[in-house]
């Protein structure tokens, strides 16, 4: 069974899952050029919005569905790299957990355009 007694608990908690997520997404943009495709997308999206005659909850819901997208990358480069770490061997199960990320990455973006379009149009 998993022992808890030594886990941080509280703010402190908190304070080191925080780190935790900033290093990742640190790696991400050093690593992923995927990733820093999307953070662009993001950065483009926001003042973009701003440039329409859409409500606020509309503008909200545009710039989500670009963090959809770069949410859905992360959990693909999660995927991808435990993956890797079990081995490097070509496998069947291996590639398809991969295409499986690649497939959801592949729907956020079909997503996320579907929402831009419903708004804009």
């Known amino acids: 069974m998993f022992d808890n007694t030594n886990k941080p608990k509280g703010i402190n908690r908190v304070i080191l899952a925080s780190l935790n997520s900033f290093r990742a997404i640190k790696w991400l943009y050093l690593n992923e050029s995927a990733f820093r495709q999307e953070l662009l997308l993001l950065i483009i999206a926001i003042p973009v919005s701003f440039l329409f005659d859409i409500s606020d909850k ?7 569905a670009i963090v959809f997208i770069m949410f859905t990358e992360i959990v693909n480069t999660a995927i991808e790299a435990v993956v890797d770490r079990v081995g490097l061997e070509i496998h069947p199960l291996s590639g398809l957990a991969k295409d499986l990320g ?3 990455v592949f729907l956020s973006l079909i997503i996320a355009s579907s929402i831009w379009l419903v708004i804009l149009l």
Not at 58 to 64: K, Y
């Open 58 to 64: 509309e503008q909200v819901f545009l710039v989500l």
């Open 102 to 104: 690649s497939a959801a």
